[in-house]
């Protein structure tokens, strides 16, 4: 095996086991960035010794092992009671056990349970509400998602100096705070849950429609937002929540090869070919919702909402057999559960389809002076696409100008002047 193959080889392995070591590391040392740091240390231990040794045999387990290792000897040097360092030197011998293949099966299942509540408790810290958004963001794709600091600023267009920075002030505020590594109980369970969930989807619809930048989509972090959303539906089976973000997600995805055109240009839902759209993802979309809606009890949440939402396109073959009566049903039920300017744009859209034009613009020009929505650029969009179809077609195009003008990305910017342009002819 060739050194470049062997550097392959180790990432691959990183990338799946980088969140399982960290977070077994962590429940040892009790510092989530220390953990990460003493992750990284296996993990150049492996650039240096695999090359020449080879892959071993089990390579998440001697991950694992050098992991712990390095947290036993940071432990040792702060000199902790001597019964913690033979509790951890028995789990260092049965993870060690693990590089024998006989071991394997027997020893994963024993530990399943142990690694899957590490894993849960380092979800939930990464994304502990006393970090900012974009803390949270970026410490959770670095250490649940396994992603480098570059590859997490190549994928939000900002600086690696600054994703790195965020990283660190996350690290050093978790330990600041205090926040202790451990499942949240009781009735702080709810809001924390809800951040985690946030943080997931906000990384999807960064994948799913750029903020910025040349191209409409970054497909990557889509496949990591779910990646991650599958994970926690595995550590959290029982929370609807959980299978709606995943469902509302991976009905979402099955239009990625829909979404652009030859040339990259956006193509919006409606004008979209569907016998593009991924079937598998559907398939499993509609499954987690399924699941989603028997584990709920009352009104559904918002992700379970908006999957049901999600299903109605999905289950429509072609655009003209939506159901917009339904679809305009649950963007009510949502506005009474997460009320917020953008679900009631969204929820004029659905009327519009569903009832007309006119009586959609009337909700429309209700938020326009809305502070929440001044620099969002699908309000006038919306409001431009309204007044074409009432054929007022001037005061669309300003619309779209104005729309063309707040739109950070150039691939949906330049889609906007293009409809401008298109209320001349």
């Known amino acids: 095996m060739t050194t470049e193959t062997t550097h392959q080889a180790i990432t691959a392995v990183w990338r799946i086991e980088a969140a399982k070591i960290i977070a077994s590391v962590a429940r040892m040392v009790r510092d989530v960035g220390l953990a990460e ?38 432990l040792r040097h702060h000199k902790l009671a001597a019964e913690k360092h033979e509790q951890i030197g028995h789990e260092l011998e049965a993870q060690e ?33 006393v970090l900012s958004t974009e803390a949270r963001v970026a410490l959770t794709l670095k250490m649940l998602g396994g992603l480098s600091t570059a590859e997490i600023a190549r994928a939000f267009l900002v600086p690696e100096p600054t994703i790195a920075q965020r990283i660190v002030r996350a690290k050093r505020t978790l330990s600041a705070a205090k926040v202790p590594f451990e499942l949240p109980r009781g009735d702080t369970l709810a809001p924390r849950m809800a951040s985690v969930l946030e943080v997931i989807y906000l990384v999807f619809n960064e994948g799913y429609t750029a903020t910025a930048g040349d191209d409409w989509m970054r497909p990557a972090l889509c496949d990591e937002a779910v990646r991650l959303g599958r994970i926690l539906a595995g550590l959290a089976p029982n929370e609807p929540e959980v299978h709606g973000l995943i469902a509302l ?24 070919e569907r016998s593009r759209w ?47 009566l339904q679809i305009a049903a649950l963007y009510d039920a949502l506005a009474q559960v997460q009320p917020s300017p953008v679900v009631e744009l969204n929820r004029a859209v659905a009327v519009s389809m569903a009832y007309g034009p006119a009586e959609a613009l009337a909700i429309v020009d209700t938020m326009r002076d809305n502070p929440a929505l001044r620099s969002y650029q699908w309000l006038p969009s919306v409001r431009g696409d309204l007044l074409a179809k009432l054929d007022r077609r001037e005061e669309a195009r300003a619309e779209f100008e104005r729309a063309a003008a707040l739109a950070g990305n150039a691939r949906e910017r330049e889609f906007l002047l293009e409809r401008a342009r298109s209320m001349l002819n």
């Open 37 to 74: 740091e003493l992750a990284q240390d296996a993990l150049v231990s492996a650039l240096e010794h695999w090359p020449k040794d080879g892959v071993p045999d089990n390579p998440a387990a001697w991950l694992m092992t050098a992991a712990k290792r390095r947290a036993l000897d940071q």
């Open 97 to 129: 056990a693990l590089i024998v293949p006989d071991f394997v099966d027997a020893l994963d299942a024993a530990r399943a349970d142990e690694i899957g509540d590490d894993m849960l408790r380092l979800i939930f810290t990464a994304c502990h509400p």
């Open 249 to 272: 997600m991976e009905l979402q995805a099955s239009r990625t090869a829909a979404r652009t055109d030859a040339e990259g240009k956006p193509v919006l839902l409606m004008a979209q």
């Open 278 to 324: 991924d079937q598998l993802l559907i398939r499993r979309g509609l499954s987690a919702l399924e699941r989603a809606e028997a584990l709920a009890s009352g009104t559904p949440g918002p992700y379970v909402l908006q999957a049901a939402i999600a299903a109605c396109h999905a289950r429509a073959h072609v655009a003209d057999e939506t159901d917009w």
